[in-house]
C-alpha cells in the first residue's frame, strides 16, 4: 500500500475500510506482518529516531491514528486518507470474527485489566475466541523472552496477536517478534486495552473529532506533560508546512 511522508515517518494511504481489507487480502495471501496504530507522538519521535522509525516504514501498515496525520495527507491531496483509531479497528476485528473465524491473542497491561477484557469480549463479541491473554511483567524491551514468546503464540496461532504496551515498546517487541511468526499478524494498539476494560475513560467525541485526543490524555495523566507538548507544537509545524504546500 502506498504511503505519505511526514518528514522521514510515512503513513500508509488509507482509511479503516482499506485496512480491513488489507488485511483480509493479507491474510489470504499468507503475507503476515505487523500493524503500527501511530499518532502525532509516534510521528515526531520516528523522525527524531532513525531505528524506531525504520521500524514504522517497514510495518505492513502504519495507520494514521490521529486526526493530525489525516488532515496532512488531505492538505498533500489524498482526500480518501481516514483517521483508523486503534479503538475503531480493534472491535471491527473483533466484530468480524464470527463471519472470517478470526482468534485473538491480548498481551499486556496489567492482569486486572487483561481478566476484563476476555470477560467483555466474552460478552459483546462471544464468537471472538481468545486463545490468549497475558500481562507480561513490566520490564525493558531487552528483557523480554523474544523465543519463548514466539513459540507461544506460534503454537496458539491467533490469527491477531494485540500488543498493549505503549509506544514505543510495542512497535520494537512487534520489530523483533513478527519474523519468528508463522500465521499471526501483531497489531499494537497502546491504550485500547485500558479503554476496553473501562481502567481509562477515552477522550469525548468533540475532542477526538477536533484532534485534541492528546490534550485530553495529557489532563488524565498530567505528569506526562513533558511527553506531549514538543509532538504538539512539531505537528502544528508539519500540518502548516503541508498546508502551504
Excluded at 27 to 54: F, T, W
Excluded at 146 to 159: E, G, V
Excluded at 202 to 216: D, F, Q, S, V, Y
Aim: hydrophobic share 40%; with cysteine; charged share 20%.
Amino acid at each position: 500500500m502506498e504511503r505519505y511522508s511526514i518528514g522521514l515517518f510515512k503513513v500508509s494511504k488509507t482509511n479503516l475500510s482499506g485496512v480491513l481489507t488489507k488485511i483480509s487480502d493479507s491474510l489470504l495471501k499468507g503475507k503476515h506482518g505487523y500493524i503500527c496504530v501511530s499518532n502525532a507522538r509516534v510521528a515526531y519521535q520516528s523522525n527524531h529516531d532513525p531505528e524506531y522509525c525504520a521500524i514504522q516504514n517497514n510495518s505492513l501498515l502504519t495507520v494514521p491514528d490521529g486526526k493530525p496525520l489525516v488532515w496532512i495527507a488531505h492538505n498533500m491531496g489524498y482526500k480518501y486518507v481516514g483517521q483508523v483509531a486503534g479503538n475503531e479497528l480493534f472491535h471491527a476485528l473483533l466484530g468480524e470474527s464470527a463471519k472470517h473465524g478470526y482468534t485473538h491473542y491480548f498481551y499486556g497491561s496489567t492482569p486486572s485489566t487483561i481478566e476484563k477484557m476476555k470477560q467483555r469480549a466474552a460478552v459483546e463479541y462471544p464468537k471472538a475466541r481468545i486463545v490468549g491473554a497475558v500481562s507480561p511483567p513490566f520490564q525493558p524491551i531487552e528483557a523480554y523472552d523474544i523465543d519463548s514468546l514466539a513459540d507461544d503464540i506460534n503454537r496458539l496461532s491467533p490469527t491477531f496477536f494485540w500488543v498493549g504496551l505503549g509506544a514505543p515498546k510495542q512497535e520494537r517487541l512487534m520489530a523483533l517478534l513478527q519474523p519468528k511468526l508463522k500465521n499471526t499478524i501483531c497489531i499494537g494498539v497502546g491504550l485500547v486495552f485500558e479503554y476496553y476494560a473501562g481502567t481509562v475513560k477515552r477522550a469525548p467525541k468533540w475532542a477526538r473529532k477536533i484532534g485534541l485526543e492528546w490534550l485530553a490524555r495529557s489532563l488524565q495523566q498530567p505528569k506526562r506533560w513533558l511527553v506531549f507538548y514538543k509532538p504538539f507544537f512539531w505537528t502544528v509545524y508539519q500540518i502548516s508546512k503541508s498546508y502551504i504546500r
